[in-house]
Protein backbone atom coordinates (compact mmCIF):
# COMPACT_ATOMS: atom_id res chain seq x y z
CA UNK A 1 0.00 0.00 0.00
CA UNK A 2 2.37 2.90 -1.41
CA UNK A 3 1.71 5.91 -3.69
CA UNK A 4 4.27 6.99 -6.03
CA UNK A 5 3.88 10.66 -6.74
CA UNK A 6 6.15 12.08 -9.78
CA UNK A 7 7.18 15.57 -10.17
CA UNK A 8 7.11 15.13 -13.93
CA UNK A 9 6.60 12.07 -17.05
CA UNK A 10 8.53 8.92 -16.91
CA UNK A 11 12.17 9.41 -16.97
CA UNK A 12 15.38 7.45 -16.56
CA UNK A 13 16.39 8.43 -13.33
CA UNK A 14 12.79 7.12 -11.53
CA UNK A 15 14.30 3.24 -12.14
CA UNK A 16 14.61 2.62 -8.26
CA UNK A 17 10.44 4.31 -8.49
CA UNK A 18 9.23 1.56 -10.99
CA UNK A 19 11.01 -1.39 -9.52
CA UNK A 20 9.04 -0.19 -6.64
CA UNK A 21 6.07 0.21 -7.87
CA UNK A 22 6.14 -3.59 -10.41
CA UNK A 23 7.30 -5.55 -7.10
CA UNK A 24 4.39 -4.10 -5.22
CA UNK A 25 2.12 -4.29 -8.07
CA UNK A 26 2.71 -8.46 -8.91
CA UNK A 27 1.93 -8.81 -5.34
CA UNK A 28 -1.77 -8.07 -6.23
CA UNK A 29 -2.10 -9.76 -9.50
CA UNK A 30 -1.07 -8.71 -13.07
CA UNK A 31 -3.70 -6.17 -14.34
CA UNK A 32 -2.40 -2.64 -14.00
CA UNK A 33 -4.81 0.63 -15.16
CA UNK A 34 -2.98 3.08 -16.92
CA UNK A 35 -5.63 6.52 -16.67
CA UNK A 36 -5.12 8.92 -19.80
CA UNK A 37 -7.12 11.73 -20.23
CA UNK A 38 -8.66 12.09 -23.49
CA UNK A 39 -10.67 9.75 -25.66
CA UNK A 40 -8.54 6.21 -27.47
CA UNK A 41 -8.32 8.58 -30.15
CA UNK A 42 -6.99 11.37 -28.30
CA UNK A 43 -4.82 10.41 -26.24
CA UNK A 44 -3.49 6.31 -27.04
CA UNK A 45 -0.48 7.52 -28.70
CA UNK A 46 0.72 8.22 -24.73
CA UNK A 47 -0.34 5.17 -23.62
CA UNK A 48 3.30 3.12 -24.57
CA UNK A 49 5.12 5.71 -23.03
CA UNK A 50 3.28 5.34 -19.57
CA UNK A 51 3.49 1.47 -20.14
CA UNK A 52 6.82 0.94 -21.02
CA UNK A 53 8.36 2.09 -17.77
CA UNK A 54 5.86 -1.22 -16.21
CA UNK A 55 6.26 -4.09 -19.30
CA UNK A 56 9.87 -3.81 -19.20
CA UNK A 57 10.42 -4.62 -16.34
CA UNK A 58 6.86 -7.24 -16.01
CA UNK A 59 6.74 -8.22 -19.18
CA UNK A 60 3.48 -10.67 -18.02
CA UNK A 61 2.18 -7.42 -16.52
CA UNK A 62 -1.63 -6.80 -18.37
CA UNK A 63 -1.48 -2.85 -19.30
CA UNK A 64 -5.61 -2.20 -18.99
CA UNK A 65 -6.35 1.71 -20.56
CA UNK A 66 -8.89 3.59 -18.66
CA UNK A 67 -9.61 7.02 -21.19
CA UNK A 68 -10.94 9.45 -18.45
CA UNK A 69 -13.52 11.91 -19.82
CA UNK A 70 -13.77 15.10 -18.07
CA UNK A 71 -17.37 15.58 -18.58
CA UNK A 72 -19.02 17.25 -15.59
CA UNK A 73 -22.27 15.69 -16.05
CA UNK A 74 -22.47 12.19 -15.35
CA UNK A 75 -24.65 11.28 -17.75
CA UNK A 76 -23.04 12.59 -20.62
CA UNK A 77 -19.07 11.51 -18.88
CA UNK A 78 -18.17 8.16 -20.76
CA UNK A 79 -15.16 7.25 -18.32
CA UNK A 80 -15.32 3.47 -17.67
CA UNK A 81 -13.08 1.93 -15.19
CA UNK A 82 -12.27 -2.09 -15.66
CA UNK A 83 -14.59 -4.74 -14.42
CA UNK A 84 -13.83 -6.10 -11.01
CA UNK A 85 -11.42 -2.65 -10.24
CA UNK A 86 -10.71 -3.93 -7.14
CA UNK A 87 -8.73 -7.03 -8.63
CA UNK A 88 -6.33 -4.51 -10.44
CA UNK A 89 -2.77 -5.03 -9.55
CA UNK A 90 -2.15 -1.30 -9.69
CA UNK A 91 -3.32 2.03 -10.94
CA UNK A 92 -1.47 4.54 -13.18
CA UNK A 93 -2.46 7.55 -13.85
CA UNK A 94 -0.71 9.97 -16.40
CA UNK A 95 0.01 13.50 -16.44
CA UNK A 96 -1.73 16.66 -18.55
CA UNK A 97 -4.06 18.89 -18.11
CA UNK A 98 -4.32 18.89 -14.26
CA UNK A 99 -7.65 20.94 -13.93
CA UNK A 100 -9.14 18.04 -16.86
CA UNK A 101 -7.90 14.81 -14.89
CA UNK A 102 -9.63 16.36 -11.36
CA UNK A 103 -12.42 16.78 -13.03
CA UNK A 104 -12.61 13.24 -14.74
CA UNK A 105 -11.11 11.43 -11.46
CA UNK A 106 -13.02 12.97 -8.90
CA UNK A 107 -16.60 10.81 -9.51
CA UNK A 108 -14.34 7.99 -8.78
CA UNK A 109 -12.69 9.30 -5.72
CA UNK A 110 -14.05 6.31 -3.73
CA UNK A 111 -13.18 3.98 -6.16
CA UNK A 112 -9.51 5.01 -6.22
CA UNK A 113 -9.19 5.70 -1.97
CA UNK A 114 -10.81 2.31 -1.67
CA UNK A 115 -8.10 0.52 -4.05
CA UNK A 116 -5.12 2.56 -2.45
CA UNK A 117 -6.81 1.59 1.38
CA UNK A 118 -6.53 -2.23 0.10
CA UNK A 119 -2.91 -1.95 -0.34
CA UNK A 120 -2.90 -1.36 -4.58
CA UNK A 121 -0.09 0.64 -5.21
CA UNK A 122 -0.73 4.29 -6.67
CA UNK A 123 1.71 5.76 -9.26
CA UNK A 124 0.68 9.89 -10.30
CA UNK A 125 2.80 11.57 -13.03
CA UNK A 126 2.37 15.32 -12.74
CA UNK A 127 -1.09 15.87 -12.58
CA UNK A 128 -1.92 12.70 -11.94
CA UNK A 129 0.27 13.28 -8.69
CA UNK A 130 -1.15 16.96 -8.31
CA UNK A 131 -4.96 15.73 -7.52
CA UNK A 132 -4.21 13.60 -4.72
CA UNK A 133 -4.36 16.15 -1.78
CA UNK A 134 -7.43 17.12 0.25
CA UNK A 135 -7.06 20.86 -1.76
CA UNK A 136 -5.68 20.49 -5.67
CA UNK A 137 -3.36 23.57 -6.95
CA UNK A 138 -5.44 23.02 -10.38
CA UNK A 139 -3.47 26.06 -12.06
CA UNK A 140 -2.85 29.81 -12.11
CA UNK A 141 0.18 32.07 -13.03
CA UNK A 142 -0.86 35.28 -10.54
CA UNK A 143 -1.42 35.65 -7.30
CA UNK A 144 -3.81 38.81 -6.10
CA UNK A 145 -2.24 40.30 -9.50
CA UNK A 146 1.60 39.52 -9.04
CA UNK A 147 3.37 36.73 -10.77
CA UNK A 148 4.13 33.50 -9.25
CA UNK A 149 5.17 31.37 -11.77
CA UNK A 150 5.79 31.77 -15.37
CA UNK A 151 2.58 31.46 -17.61
CA UNK A 152 2.96 28.67 -19.59
CA UNK A 153 2.76 26.69 -16.25
CA UNK A 154 -0.81 28.12 -15.61
CA UNK A 155 -2.70 25.45 -16.78
CA UNK A 156 -4.87 28.00 -19.16
CA UNK A 157 -5.85 30.08 -15.76
CA UNK A 158 -4.23 33.47 -14.49
CA UNK A 159 -5.12 33.91 -11.13
CA UNK A 160 -3.95 30.98 -8.70
CA UNK A 161 -7.01 28.84 -8.18
CA UNK A 162 -7.57 25.92 -5.98
CA UNK A 163 -10.19 22.91 -5.86
CA UNK A 164 -11.23 20.28 -3.61
CA UNK A 165 -8.72 16.89 -4.75
CA UNK A 166 -8.88 13.57 -4.10
CA UNK A 167 -7.79 13.66 -0.43
CA UNK A 168 -5.57 10.51 -0.70
CA UNK A 169 -3.35 12.59 1.66
CA UNK A 170 -3.50 15.48 3.60
CA UNK A 171 -1.12 17.76 2.20
CA UNK A 172 -1.62 19.81 -1.24
CA UNK A 173 0.84 18.39 -4.09
CA UNK A 174 2.99 20.61 -6.47
CA UNK A 175 4.69 19.27 -9.19
CA UNK A 176 7.74 20.79 -11.47
CA UNK A 177 9.24 22.51 -8.29
CA UNK A 178 12.54 23.02 -9.64
CA UNK A 179 11.09 24.54 -13.39
CA UNK A 180 7.67 26.44 -12.19
CA UNK A 181 9.14 27.50 -8.86
CA UNK A 182 7.57 27.69 -5.23
CA UNK A 183 5.79 30.68 -6.02
CA UNK A 184 2.04 28.75 -6.11
CA UNK A 185 2.84 26.88 -3.21
CA UNK A 186 3.50 29.63 -0.88
CA UNK A 187 0.89 32.05 -2.23
CA UNK A 188 -1.96 28.70 -1.72
CA UNK A 189 -0.05 29.43 1.70
CA UNK A 190 -0.60 32.76 2.10
CA UNK A 191 -3.73 32.52 0.72
CA UNK A 192 -5.05 30.54 3.49
CA UNK A 193 -6.42 27.96 2.22
CA UNK A 194 -3.86 24.55 2.95
CA UNK A 195 -1.38 24.31 5.91
CA UNK A 196 0.99 22.42 4.02
CA UNK A 197 2.15 22.23 0.56
CA UNK A 198 4.94 19.77 -1.10
CA UNK A 199 6.66 20.30 -4.53
CA UNK A 200 8.34 17.81 -6.34
CA UNK A 201 10.85 18.56 -8.58
CA UNK A 202 11.20 16.86 -12.19
CA UNK A 203 12.79 13.69 -11.89
CA UNK A 204 12.17 13.02 -8.59
CA UNK A 205 9.30 11.49 -6.64
CA UNK A 206 8.17 11.34 -3.05
CA UNK A 207 7.11 7.87 -1.85
CA UNK A 208 4.41 7.79 0.92
CA UNK A 209 2.88 5.57 3.06
CA UNK A 210 -0.92 6.83 3.41
CA UNK A 211 -1.66 4.91 6.30
CA UNK A 212 1.48 6.04 8.52
CA UNK A 213 2.47 8.93 6.41
CA UNK A 214 5.40 8.33 6.03
CA UNK A 215 7.81 9.61 3.22
CA UNK A 216 10.60 8.76 0.88
CA UNK A 217 12.15 11.07 -1.73
CA UNK A 218 13.17 8.86 -4.79
CA UNK A 219 15.45 10.05 -7.85
CA UNK A 220 17.62 12.82 -9.16
CA UNK A 221 16.31 15.97 -7.02
CA UNK A 222 14.79 16.98 -3.82
CA UNK A 223 10.89 17.41 -2.36
CA UNK A 224 10.10 20.74 -0.90
CA UNK A 225 8.07 21.19 2.27
CA UNK A 226 6.30 24.45 2.45
CA UNK A 227 4.73 24.99 5.88
CA UNK A 228 2.80 28.42 7.55
CA UNK A 229 3.81 28.45 11.01
CA UNK A 230 2.85 31.27 13.20
CA UNK A 231 2.35 33.63 9.66
CA UNK A 232 5.42 32.94 8.72
CA UNK A 233 6.11 30.02 5.82
CA UNK A 234 8.94 28.06 6.18
CA UNK A 235 10.70 25.59 3.41
CA UNK A 236 12.37 22.45 4.17
CA UNK A 237 14.13 20.62 1.89
CA UNK A 238 14.29 16.62 1.62
CA UNK A 239 16.96 15.48 -0.89
CA UNK A 240 17.17 12.21 -2.87
CA UNK A 241 20.11 9.94 -2.00
CA UNK A 242 21.40 10.75 -6.09
CA UNK A 243 20.77 14.21 -4.90
CA UNK A 244 23.18 13.63 -1.64
CA UNK A 245 25.67 11.65 -4.08
CA UNK A 246 25.84 13.99 -6.36
CA UNK A 247 26.12 17.08 -3.99
CA UNK A 248 28.99 14.83 -1.88
CA UNK A 249 30.65 15.40 -5.53
CA UNK A 250 29.82 18.76 -5.91
CA UNK A 251 31.00 19.27 -2.28
CA UNK A 252 34.63 17.84 -2.75
CA UNK A 253 34.85 19.81 -6.10
CA UNK A 254 33.96 23.51 -4.02
CA UNK A 255 36.14 21.87 -1.39
CA UNK A 256 38.64 21.59 -3.51
CA UNK A 257 38.19 24.81 -5.40
CA UNK A 258 37.73 26.53 -2.01
CA UNK A 259 41.22 24.72 -0.98
CA UNK A 260 42.93 26.25 -4.06
CA UNK A 261 40.93 29.47 -3.26
CA UNK A 262 42.42 29.66 0.05
CA UNK A 263 45.93 29.02 -1.65
CA UNK A 264 45.87 31.74 -3.98
CA UNK A 265 44.90 33.41 -0.89
CA UNK A 266 47.74 32.50 0.88
CA UNK A 267 50.31 32.51 -1.89
CA UNK A 268 49.18 35.80 -2.22
CA UNK A 269 48.87 37.13 1.25
CA UNK A 270 52.75 35.75 1.61
CA UNK A 271 53.18 37.70 -1.76
CA UNK A 272 51.79 40.75 -0.18
CA UNK A 273 53.42 40.16 2.91
CA UNK A 274 57.06 39.58 1.14
CA UNK A 275 56.40 43.10 -0.74
CA UNK A 276 55.06 44.82 2.22
CA UNK A 277 58.30 43.90 4.17
CA UNK A 278 60.16 45.13 1.55
CA UNK A 279 58.61 48.42 0.84
CA UNK A 280 58.87 48.64 4.98
CA UNK A 281 62.67 47.48 4.96
CA UNK A 282 63.56 50.08 2.07
CA UNK A 283 61.04 52.83 4.02
CA UNK A 284 63.34 52.04 6.93
CA UNK A 285 66.29 52.58 5.11
CA UNK A 286 65.42 55.67 3.59
CA UNK A 287 64.38 56.69 7.46
CA UNK A 288 66.99 55.99 8.72
CA UNK A 289 69.04 57.87 5.87
CA UNK A 290 67.23 60.69 6.94
CA UNK A 291 67.34 60.97 10.14
CA UNK A 292 71.15 59.93 9.69
CA UNK A 293 71.42 63.05 8.07
CA UNK A 294 69.09 65.31 9.76
CA UNK A 295 71.64 63.89 12.62
CA UNK A 296 74.43 65.05 10.57
CA UNK A 297 72.57 68.73 9.81
CA UNK A 298 72.25 69.39 13.79
CA UNK A 299 75.87 67.80 14.55
CA UNK A 300 77.09 70.44 12.42
CA UNK A 301 74.80 72.84 13.36
CA UNK A 302 75.76 72.48 16.87
CA UNK A 303 79.72 72.22 15.70
CA UNK A 304 79.00 75.58 13.66
CA UNK A 305 77.24 77.08 16.59
CA UNK A 306 80.18 76.23 18.98
CA UNK A 307 82.47 77.80 16.90
CA UNK A 308 80.47 80.75 16.49
CA UNK A 309 80.72 80.71 20.55
CA UNK A 310 84.30 80.28 21.19
CA UNK A 311 85.06 82.72 18.75
CA UNK A 312 82.67 85.31 20.17
CA UNK A 313 84.85 83.98 23.58
CA UNK A 314 87.83 84.39 22.18
CA UNK A 315 87.31 87.69 21.05
CA UNK A 316 85.64 88.34 24.41
CA UNK A 317 88.99 87.53 25.71
CA UNK A 318 90.76 89.54 23.52
CA UNK A 319 88.56 92.73 24.09
CA UNK A 320 88.95 91.84 27.67
CA UNK A 321 92.72 91.61 27.85
CA UNK A 322 93.51 94.69 25.29
CA UNK A 323 91.19 96.64 27.99
CA UNK A 324 93.61 95.19 30.37
CA UNK A 325 96.12 96.43 28.80
CA UNK A 326 95.44 99.93 27.92
CA UNK A 327 94.01 99.76 31.86
CA UNK A 328 97.49 98.80 33.16
CA UNK A 329 99.10 101.33 30.60
CA UNK A 330 97.10 103.81 32.39
CA UNK A 331 97.74 102.96 35.88
CA UNK A 332 101.46 102.67 34.60
CA UNK A 333 101.27 106.17 33.39
CA UNK A 334 99.76 107.98 35.65
CA UNK A 335 101.57 106.15 38.74
CA UNK A 336 104.69 107.48 36.97
CA UNK A 337 102.92 110.73 36.78
CA UNK A 338 101.65 110.73 40.16
CA UNK A 339 105.47 109.58 41.15
CA UNK A 340 106.87 112.70 38.92
CA UNK A 341 104.42 114.71 40.78
CA UNK A 342 105.16 113.67 44.60
CA UNK A 343 109.11 114.69 43.47
CA UNK A 344 108.20 117.93 41.74
CA UNK A 345 106.38 118.33 45.26
CA UNK A 346 109.46 117.53 47.19
CA UNK A 347 111.45 119.87 46.06
CA UNK A 348 109.10 122.59 45.52
CA UNK A 349 109.25 124.16 49.08
CA UNK A 350 112.75 125.25 48.72
CA UNK A 351 112.02 127.15 46.03
CA UNK A 352 108.85 128.21 47.48
CA UNK A 353 110.62 129.27 50.46
CA UNK A 354 113.34 131.63 48.20
CA UNK A 355 110.63 133.22 45.94
CA UNK A 356 108.30 133.97 48.78
CA UNK A 357 111.07 135.88 51.25
CA UNK A 358 111.17 139.53 49.21
CA UNK A 359 112.71 142.65 51.01
CA UNK A 360 110.22 144.03 53.06
CA UNK A 361 110.12 147.81 52.86
CA UNK A 362 110.41 149.94 55.94
CA UNK A 363 107.40 151.07 57.52
CA UNK A 364 106.78 154.61 57.81
CA UNK A 365 106.56 155.83 60.72
CA UNK A 366 103.46 156.79 61.05
CA UNK A 367 101.47 153.88 59.77
CA UNK A 368 100.45 151.38 62.02
CA UNK A 369 102.39 148.16 62.86
CA UNK A 370 100.46 145.56 60.35
CA UNK A 371 99.09 142.96 62.65
CA UNK A 372 101.41 139.77 62.20
CA UNK A 373 99.37 137.04 60.09
CA UNK A 374 97.81 134.06 61.91
CA UNK A 375 98.43 131.32 59.82
CA UNK A 376 95.92 128.43 60.33
CA UNK A 377 97.44 124.89 62.08
CA UNK A 378 97.45 123.10 59.03
CA UNK A 379 96.43 119.77 59.60
CA UNK A 380 98.35 116.42 58.14
CA UNK A 381 96.98 115.91 55.08
CA UNK A 382 95.66 112.47 53.81
CA UNK A 383 97.59 110.31 51.89
CA UNK A 384 96.07 110.41 48.26
CA UNK A 385 95.25 107.32 46.45
CA UNK A 386 96.54 107.23 42.38
CA UNK A 387 92.74 107.28 41.53
CA UNK A 388 92.22 111.08 44.04
CA UNK A 389 94.85 112.70 41.65
CA UNK A 390 93.76 113.58 38.46
CA UNK A 391 96.45 113.83 35.67
CA UNK A 392 94.79 116.88 33.98
CA UNK A 393 95.06 118.64 37.06
CA UNK A 394 96.61 122.24 36.64
CA UNK A 395 99.55 123.09 38.96
CA UNK A 396 97.69 126.13 40.57
CA UNK A 397 95.43 123.57 42.19
CA UNK A 398 98.61 121.87 44.11
CA UNK A 399 98.49 125.20 45.95
CA UNK A 400 95.40 123.90 47.56
CA UNK A 401 97.80 121.98 50.14
CA UNK A 402 98.62 126.05 52.06
CA UNK A 403 96.27 128.00 53.31
CA UNK A 404 94.77 130.27 50.54
CA UNK A 405 94.82 133.50 52.78
CA UNK A 406 98.69 133.42 53.20
CA UNK A 407 99.17 133.06 49.62
CA UNK A 408 97.12 135.94 48.83
CA UNK A 409 98.89 137.40 51.65
CA UNK A 410 102.48 136.34 49.95
CA UNK A 411 101.64 136.86 47.33
CA UNK A 412 100.93 141.01 47.73
CA UNK A 413 104.19 141.31 49.69
CA UNK A 414 106.14 140.33 46.55
CA UNK A 415 107.73 143.25 44.19
CA UNK A 416 107.36 143.07 40.80
CA UNK A 417 110.83 141.60 39.44
CA UNK A 418 111.39 141.90 35.52
CA UNK A 419 111.61 139.40 33.37
CA UNK A 420 114.56 137.54 33.33
CA UNK A 421 115.70 135.89 29.33
CA UNK A 422 115.09 132.65 30.74
CA UNK A 423 111.55 133.36 32.10
CA UNK A 424 108.98 133.29 29.86
CA UNK A 425 107.46 136.35 28.51
CA UNK A 426 103.92 137.42 28.32
CA UNK A 427 103.22 135.81 25.12
CA UNK A 428 104.73 132.80 26.92
CA UNK A 429 102.54 130.81 29.94
CA UNK A 430 102.54 132.14 33.09
CA UNK A 431 104.83 130.40 35.68
CA UNK A 432 103.00 128.57 38.58
CA UNK A 433 104.77 128.57 41.49
CA UNK A 434 104.42 125.40 43.35
CA UNK A 435 104.25 125.12 46.88
CA UNK A 436 104.59 121.99 49.58
CA UNK A 437 102.52 122.76 52.24
CA UNK A 438 104.02 122.29 55.63
CA UNK A 439 103.07 119.11 57.13
CA UNK A 440 105.02 119.10 60.59
CA UNK A 441 104.29 122.88 61.26
CA UNK A 442 103.34 123.44 65.16
CA UNK A 443 100.42 125.81 65.95
CA UNK A 444 100.88 129.34 66.78
CA UNK A 445 100.75 130.00 71.09
CA UNK A 446 99.13 132.21 72.54
CA UNK A 447 103.13 133.71 73.28
CA UNK A 448 103.34 134.08 69.39
CA UNK A 449 100.55 135.78 68.86
CA UNK A 450 101.15 139.83 68.69
CA UNK A 451 100.28 142.24 71.67
CA UNK A 452 98.25 145.30 71.13
Excluded at 28 to 55: F, M
Excluded at 210 to 225: C, K
Excluded at 402 to 428: H, K, N
Aim: net charge negative; with cysteine.
Amino acid sequence: MTMFLVGSGPSDTLDSVHDQFVESAKKRGTRVAVALLGTEEEAGQHLATYAEAITSRWPEAQIVPVWLDDEPEPAQNTTAWPEQPHELAGVVVAGGWTPGYLDALRPHRDLIAKLVRRGVPYLGYSAGAAVVGKRTLVGGWKFRGRQIAPEIWGEGLEELELREGLALIGPSVEVHGDVAGLGPGLAALEKGEVGTVVSIDEGTCLVVDPVSGRTTVEGSQRVHWLTRESGVCVVRHESSAAELERHEGFIAAEKEAAAREEAARREAAEKAAAEKAVQERIAAQERAARQQAEAERRAEQVRLERERLEAEEAERQAREAERARIAAEKAEAQAQSESEQDESQEDAPEEVQTQSEPEQPEPEEDAPEAAPVQEKPQEQAEPVTPREIEPTKAPSQIEAGVPQGQIEAAQQELPDEPASDDEPTSDDEPVVMQTKPVLDEPAATEDDQPRE
